[in-house]
């Protein structure tokens, strides 16, 4: 894929970019880390003044401060992570301190009250795992940090999705999409990973691209666009969610149907059913209904909940002239959902009838989510083709049922 992000800006030039050049920080790594910096926006302030790339104010203690802005394009919870490193030096070109970022503040980098270690004139610094905040001790950031760190490697990875704290979204340089945000989540919870807490003491090597702050103020924008747009593309993900209607999201017991027609008017629904639809839908699946019945029922019980404009598509037995298990139900749906053949394996089922529900998904190559919550129908399957590929018993269950099968889709299905 290309596109106007997918290219690193050119390195700087001149007496500035000299000056940045021998002070840059050296970052270590961990050995797990699996994202690494890729430009490094430089700032050189010989007097006082607002950062152009973070919130602080500077105040040089020598004769001239140089700001490090440095772009990875994630850190373990979100899409998006600049840091910051600020060397103060003074006229010969001496380092006086060092301060870098630490989640959201601007902390001196001196274990001893004095300086970091040093490679000459430049400070070495330990980027935390997947956070990549800096320390200048390894060994305090894994007795003070360690659990902390470990938890947002580990089961909290992701919890940020798309970053939106920043100047750039607040400028509306960067829009996010809900499914954006759902796969730069999914994305992040692959990488998760368990820090060693050994850090890499090897030369530079793939070193960051060394370039003025405004060259990297004007690309990040574009490096978002390009890195959510490529999302759908290499994350494996869901292609569409398909739902079944009665004792799936209506309560069949409750129902009042018209004198004479089998035209439900009114039903309640199915404990956190609705909430249910509205989480799936928020996280931006493609939602199609797939049930038996005539049209009316449905837009009687769905409209007036709000539900029936959130779905993609409607495919009801009653227009398509068959009902499910038949292929067509279901072929009808992948049309719905504007999804090919190849897409069947992404495509997650969910419904409480074992004949028609999940034979009918089983059958035509989908992922079949069996609903146990309603007793009116078998529970147990009678031939293996009724066997479901998962089960709930519950609606408060479905979006994390979802997300668990999205998450555990083989690399590719994307």
């Known amino acids: 894929m290309t596109g106007a992000g997918a290219h690193l800006p050119r390195p700087g030039q001149g007496t500035d970019h000299n000056l940045a050049l021998r002070h840059m920080p050296v970052l270590r790594f961990d050995a797990a880390e699996p994202y690494r910096p890729l430009v490094i926006g430089y700032t050189v302030f010989r007097g006082p003044g607002a950062s152009p790339s973070s919130k602080f104010e500077i105040a040089p203690r020598g004769a001239v401060t140089v700001e490090y802005a440095i772009w990875y394009d994630w850190d373990i919870q979100h899409l998006y992570d600049l840091e910051h490193v600020w060397m103060h030096l003074d006229a010969a070109g001496a380092v006086l ?3 870098a970022s630490f989640h959201g503040q601007r902390v001196p980098m001196a274990p001893a009250g004095d300086l970091p270690g040093m490679a000459g004139p430049r400070p070495v610094l330990y980027a935390e795992p997947g956070k990549h905040a800096h320390w200048a001790d390894a060994a305090a950031m894994a007795v003070q940090g360690g659990a902390r760190i470990r938890a947002m490697c580990g089961p909290q990875a992701g919890a940020g999705a798309v970053h939106r704290g920043n100047p750039f979204f607040a ?15 999914r994305k992040m919870q692959r990488d998760a990973f368990v820090p060693r807490f050994a850090f890499s003491h090897a030369a530079d090597a793939a070193a960051p691209v060394l370039t003025p702050w405004p060259v990297l103020q004007d690309w990040i924008p574009q490096r978002m666009a390009y890195l959510m747009a490529a ?26 149907k018209r004198a004479g027609t089998e035209v439900v008017l009114q039903a309640d629904e199915v404990p956190h059913a609705m909430a249910a639809v509205r989480a799936l839908h928020d996280e931006g699946y493609p939602l199609v209904l797939v049930a038996d019945g005539p049209r009316e029922t449905f837009e009687n019980l769905l409209k007036p909940r709000g539900i029936w404009d959130l779905m993609r598509g409607h495919v009801i037995s009653g227009e398509v002239g068959a009902l499910k298990p038949s292929p067509r139900m279901f072929a009808a749906a992948m049309q719905a959902a504007g999804l090919p053949a190849s897409a069947c394996a992404r495509v997650v089922m969910v ?7 999940i034979r009918g998904a089983n059958d035509f190559g989908l992922i079949s989510l069996f609903v146990g ?34 998450l555990a889709l083989p690399e590719g299905q994307a």
Do not use: K
Not at 171 to 185: E, M
Not at 241 to 252: H, M, N, P, S
Not at 379 to 389: K, Y
């Open 171 to 185: 400028a509306g340089r960067y829009g996010v999409t809900r499914l954006a945000d759902r796969l730069a989540r």
């Open 373 to 406: 919550w309603s007793r009116r129908r078998r529970q147990q399957p009678a031939t293996p083709s009724e066997m479901p590929d998962h089960r709930i018993d519950q609606l408060d269950r479905l979006a994390a049922t979802i997300a668990a099968i999205e």
């Open 231 to 256: 999302l759908p593309a290499t994350v494996p993900h869901l292609a569409a969610v398909f739902l079944d209607c009665g004792d799936t999201l209506i309560d069949e017991a409750t129902e009042v």
């Open 351 to 357: 419904g409480n009838n074992l004949e028609r529900d």
């Open 97 to 99: 301190a060092v301060e």
